[in-house]
């Protein structure tokens, strides 16, 4: 594509040296600059773009957007206010517009991003639809399976992921967008049908230096939604509920607690871990293409686990309204659905259960250990892997949230893991973090149980585990390799049980899966 003509797309401030030149690549890493590229100067947090427009003009970059010219760089230069946003339109101008032939579902959360979206692509897959998914885990459309480096891909890698889906006719994706996303442009120019905000809680505040930040960044999908778009919100999460009158999207609510949406559930059965329960559809809506959802009851019966995955379910199955899907698909569709790994997933049922959970949160680990309460056993095991360099706060908070839980549970020991081998150096366990932690249990008469290295924290609930007893693994960075490592040590110490069965669950996991020993290097 010609430069000049790529340009229409942005709204240029200045320029230095203009000269219309073909372009056959965009890049924002000095790195993937090559012959004929634009090279898009885009501020993070640790590092600025512009420090390395001249590495990517020594690649072959033949033009700079900027936000500050560089006048030592003797290449066309482009002014503008925000790189980040340009580069977004840049890439949807680039490829042409890829997002605008997709019907795309845009799901943020501070918890239940990953599971709502799995569960959604479940209930389109269901209804023969070729779909995509974009998220926290991985993106996977076709035969293409890519792990993930961000929840939300940079907006040159999302519109190109875009444009490849539309080549191989994928007709629906469904993506989390994280609040870092939101607030760095990743998803700018993309073209949503569907947007949903599941609830917020206290996460990433040092990120965006506020709750109220944080907040904001959330609330933009809903706020900025078109009056073509449908916006799907939970009237239990007050924050989410709130945004009802602040967007011109066409509003589906449901809820829980409050029954005055447009879907309620009732008759919540978690006897056994895994959700039952009716859907009554209160007001009758029109759907994506224009058809009526009449109002209506039906059974709903989950493979996963958790009380937030009822809530994961809730907008799952209002999405699938939306886009049309029928109640008997939808019924199918999310019954079909086995889970996402480290969301309150059962990776071991036998004489004993061993649940893995990211535990990320205060939000999540509420509803975690509120499920529990819930479920039917005899003696409670939590390996906990601190969540390293998230502030005292964060953790004190953690903290605090399992302390509440402790009388109801009967927790009388929390095995710590620090996991220093298994998690990066950001991820690291600080001092503070760990005292904090301590100085909660303490208030509530819990013991810490503290190793260092993860697998000697897991052997350790092993031994200690009994028939019909529950071993929590929970912890975010610290925790992903917590199940390969459990269940092989399971195997070595009760070889009368099935290796192959006991394994399987490790078959198709992305997380944790190489062997990484990171050290602090």
Not at 330 to 357: A, L, P, T
Not at 398 to 414: D, M, R, S, Y
Not at 479 to 488: E, P, Q, R, V
């Amino acid at each position: 594509m010609q430069l000049f003509e790529l340009l229409q797309a942005i709204k240029v401030i200045k320029s230095k040296d203009s000269k219309d030149v073909e372009i056959s690549k965009i890049a924002y890493h000095s790195d993937d600059a090559q012959e004929n590229s634009l090279f898009v100067c885009i501020k993070g947090y640790q590092t600025d773009g512009h420090q390395y427009a001249q590495e990517a003009v020594n690649n072959g970059a033949v033009a700079l957007i900027v936000e500050n010219i560089l006048p030592d760089i003797a290449v066309p230069q482009y002014l503008v206010d925000d790189s980040r946003k340009a580069l977004a339109a840049l890439s949807d101008k680039y490829f042409n517009h890829p997002s605008q032939s997709i019907t795309i579902v845009g799901i943020t959360a501070t918890n239940g991003k990953t599971s709502t979206s799995f569960m959604t692509n479940a209930i389109l897959e269901e209804n023969n639809w070729k779909t995509g998914l974009i998220g926290t885990v991985m993106v996977k459309y076709g035969d293409t399976l890519v792990p993930s480096i961000l929840t939300t891909p940079e907006s040159l890698d999302l519109h190109g992921y875009f444009n490849k889906m539309r080549d191989e006719k994928i007709s629906h994706v469904t993506m989390e967008v994280s609040s870092s996303a939101l607030d760095l442009s990743r998803v700018g120019s993309v073209s949503f049908d569907i947007v949903a905000l599941n609830n917020i809680s206290r996460e990433h505040i040092d990120l965006h230096g506020s709750f109220e930040e944080y907040y904001n960044a959330k609330a933009s999908l809903i706020r900025e939604a078109r009056a073509d778009q449908f916006a799907v919100l939970n009237l239990d999460d007050d924050y989410s509920a709130s945004l009802a009158k602040e967007t011109a999207a066409t509003v589906i609510t449901y809820g829980i607690e409050n029954n005055s949406g447009h879907l309620m559930c009732k008759d919540i059965d978690l006897s056994t871990g895994r959700g039952n329960f009716t859907i009554e559809i209160n007001k009758p809506f029109k759907n994506i293409k224009g058809e009526t959802v009449e109002k209506t009851s039906f059974k709903v019966n989950l493979s996963v686990a958790g009380y937030h995955s009822v809530y994961n379910a809730m907008a799952a199955i209002t999405i699938g309204l939306i886009s049309g899907v029928s109640v008997e698909t939808i019924q199918s569709g999310i019954e079909s659905f086995k889970g996402v790994e480290r969301r309150f997933q059962f990776i071991y049922e036998n004489d004993f259960k061993i649940v893995d959970d990211h535990f990320a949160n205060a939000g999540n680990i509420e509803v975690t250990l509120e499920t529990l309460t819930k479920m039917d056993y005899k003696k409670l095991h939590i390996v906990y892997a601190i969540r390293g360099n998230r502030g005292v706060t964060t953790n004190r908070e953690n903290a605090q949230t399992i302390a509440k839980w402790v009388p109801e549970l009967g927790i009388k020991k929390v095995i710590v893991s620090l996991s220093e081998s298994h998690v990066v150096e950001k991820d690291n366990v600080l001092t503070e973090e760990l005292e904090a932690f301590k100085e909660e249990m303490a208030k509530v008469g819990v013991e810490i149980e503290l190793h260092k290295e993860m697998p000697a924290a897991l052997e350790s609930s092993l031994d200690q585990v009994e028939n019909g007893d529950v071993i929590l693994i929970g912890g975010a960075q610290g925790m992903d390799f917590g199940a390969k490592y459990i269940l092989n040590q399971l195997v070595e110490k009760r070889p009368d049980l099935n290796a192959q069965e006991v394994l399987a669950p490790l078959e198709e996991r992305v997380a944790g899966i190489d062997e990484l020993f990171l050290g602090n290097n």
